[in-house]
């Protein structure tokens, strides 16, 4: 397996790995296909879909009626008869159609048909940010899906993770939900031409530190990443992990960090309350003795639905500053309260998206 | 459809009675078994009991190839024995045995045979609809002409995933059979309380699906009705869509009947139980041909509960098997 700090292949945008990945796939294995609202248009899912409807056909590529319901059984169906759909859907909010298939059918057949079935499926779903994606198309409602056995949940944050954990979920046996953030769609990174897989439950150390463990899921990571940058100028040095996989989650790879660090940071790019976060701070103090735990603390979505006003939708989520400002506070308890200056802040935000769609 | 054999559609041959007869004794008397054994505490699962709906379930799969797939209800029993299902893995599945078709994890509401192509049932209402679409969708692409079937009562034509899959495989002229059983009552509710049109057939042909209703039970006309749309389905016509009126003679769920409940009469279950397709059926056979089938079958019942009753419990180490398919 390569790594994405060999630098290997070209620079290639995260949207750009999700269509090769699957491209490559379909090419692969004539058993996968793609379905989902929109998987056909002329936008393809933001690109994420584009050129695979000519290259592989109507049989393989097609539009969905409005009916997610139906549409989750009608994959979990064909998954069960051997098939490998991939199911498209252009807000992480629309799963809330699907959940009775995915909880009630997907995530427990293999179990309450004892072995005698699996649902080799991909679930796909965007999470939206900015320019009013408000109340119904911003939600990370990954921990939804995590509360359950039987489904596998994976959110990778960099185009070169886009690519192999998306190989890695259409080779699965299992049903995977696959967690995408739109801000992320035209990041890029270096991403191998040939196929690869980023096997699940194995956590990154993106950056090395000393004085704090910071653990970014999904955009988070970019966030962390970033406020990683600002606390190096005040002298700390974060440790910055992107678990990848929810589920499984390679929760000793963190334990291991915090054990060195004393200290944990967990930013979610969603609520808190029973989250992913939470998950990750519980099976971490499970783990650790209370004197190897210095601070703990997460942060992520405000408890208030998502507002579309940017005066308050910028307070709604952690950013560089809140995130930098946080890891001082842990790392240096005695100091005042410290935050980066203004322009600085600035500069490390992440670039806004701009609308309509 | 040549005459001869739409002459045998109408005029069943004595094997044609006797094959059907005895996949009609076999539910009926494993399911009388199951009421036999449940006072005894060893089948700890809701069992919902489809005698009296026996017919359905024979005559549908008796209209289908092996090959063919099935996808029925948490009222499982008769589906699953009907396509061929192992009876010692039923009942050894409701004793929660290691060696039930679920290895004990599913119970009577989730009945599956996958050797059998019977997919698994599923206890929320309508779910298993979609399914089978899925499944079809599949054996168009590979050609083979083979045909699904979804069997679904009354209540999961309320669920909106019905009308959805009635659309969609509409729209990709899917080899699925849509099979509403319809026996009037959602638990204890009928359809009169529940339904703003009557017309079910109507709903099914609103999205360009051909549509028939039985009303009689009678399993003749059941099994010429699905030989006619199965054969249409499987040359390419898309799918279709079958009312069939049943009654159930058990309560809901658990053994013994309810009709001191008040929700409804025994007067409406006589009309139902002088029809009854078993008795019919039986009538109909040799006496030596009868007895030798039921021997058959009784004969084959005790061996599967005998099975049952000696085989091991799951152990520990099966709590956590197939939470993820490797």
Known sequence: MSSPTDRKGRLLTYVGALQEAVSQEMDRDPSVFVMGLDVVDHKGIQGSTQGLPERFGPDRVFHTPLSEDAMAGVAIGAAMAGMRPIYVHIRMDFLMLCMNQLINIAAKARYMYGGQVSVPMVVRSMIGKSWGQGAQHSQGLHAMFMHVPGLKVVAPATAYDAKGCLIAAIRDNNPVIFVEHRLLYFTDAYVPEESYTVPFGHARVCTPGDDITIVGISNMLVEALRARELLTEVGIHAEVIDPISLVPLDSETIVRSVARTKRLLVVDNAWTTCGASAEIMARVIETLEPRELRAIRRLGFAPSTCPTTPSLERLFYPNPASIASAAHAMVRPEADRWEPSAETAALAYQMNFRGPF | ?326
């Open chain 2, 1 to 326: 459809m040549p005459r001869t054999s739409r002459r045998a559609a109408k005029t069943p041959s004595k094997d044609d009675i006797a094959r059907l007869y005895r996949g009609l004794f076999l539910i009926r008397r494993a399911e009388e078994e199951v009421e036999h054994v449940y006072p005894s505490d060893k089948i700890k699962s809701p069992v919902h009991l489809a005698i009296g709906q026996e017919a359905v379930s024979v005559a549908i799969c008796d209209a289908l190839r092996p090959d063919d797939v099935l996808g029925c209800t948490y009222r499982s029993h008769a589906a699953y024995l009907a396509k061929g299902g192992d009876l010692g893995a039923m009942m050894a599945e409701m004793y929660g045995k290691a060696t039930g078709c679920a290895r004990g994890k599913g119970g009577s509401m989730h009945l599956v045979d996958m050797q059998h192509l019977l997919l698994g049932a599923s206890a929320v209402v309508g779910t298993g609809i979609p399914i089978a679409a899925g499944y079809a969708i599949a054996l168009k692409r590979e050609k083979k002409r083979r045909v699904a079937v979804t069997l679904f009562g009354d209540g999961a034509t309320e669920e909106g995933c019905f009308y959805e899959t009635l659309n969609f495989a509409g729209l990709h002229k899917l080899p699925l059979l849509f099979v509403c059983e319809n026996n009037f009552y959602s638990i204890h509710t009928h359809i009169s309380k529940r339904w703003s049109n009557l017309d079910v057939c109507g709903r099914a042909r609103a999205f360009g699906v051909p549509a028939k209703q039985i009303v009689d039970g009678d399993i003749f006309k059941i099994r010429a009705a699905a030989a006619a749309a199965v054969d249409r389905i499987r040359r390419g016509g898309g799918p279709e869509f079958l009312e069939i009126h049943t009654y159930r003679w058990r309560q809901h769920v658990g053994p013994g009947g309810d009709y001191d409940a008040g929700y409804r009469s025994e007067r409406e279950a006589r009309k139902w139980m002088k029809s009854d397709q078993v008795a019919r059926l039986a009538a109909m056979l040799a006496s030596a041909t009868r007895v030798r089938i039921e021997d058959e079958v009784n004969a084959k019942i005790s061996e599967a509960i005998a099975f049952a009753e000696s085989s091991p419990f799951p152990g520990p180490e099966d709590l956590l098997a197939d939470v993820f398919a490797d």
